[in-house]
Nanobody, 127 residues
């Protein structure tokens, strides 16, 4: 299974970006996916967690600005980021599961992660 993020770049504060996460190398459909980010010198943090169902959770820092969505036909997950701030600058990672276990949104509060990670995509927001 391969996970590949794309869509990062250098933008100004207030701009928007949409990140994509494509899961390939499997005949299985994306089950649950977490978007994470890591800024220099900081710990990795969850940005958005898509459950196996329809519920998605967001960190308080991005709630109301970021929206995660999925296209199962394309095995792709998106992260629409609006009103970007300099503090959103980080490498953004996609963490995916393609198994059969049902993951409720509460899974993301356990600190556990799925098996498959992408290489990350850099998002830099200038002030």
């Amino acid at each position: 299974v391969q996970v590949a993020e794309s869509g990062g770049g250098l933008v100004h504060a207030g701009d928007s970006l949409t990140l994509s996460c494509v899961v390939s190398g499997t005949t299985r459909t994306i089950n649950a996916v977490g978007w994470y980010r890591q800024a220099p010198g900081k710990q990795r943090e969850l940005v958005a967690g898509l459950s196996s169902g329809t519920i998605t959770i967001y960190s308080d820092s991005v709630k109301g600005r970021f929206t995660a969505s999925r296209d199962n036909a394309k095995n792709t997950v998106y992260l629409q980021m609006n009103s970007l701030k300099p503090e959103d600058t980080a490498v953004y990672y996609c963490n995916a599961d393609v198994g059969d276990t049902y993951y409720a949104s509460s899974y993301y509060y356990t600190g556990r992660v799925f098996d498959y990670w992408g290489q990350g995509t850099q998002v830099t927001v200038s002030s």
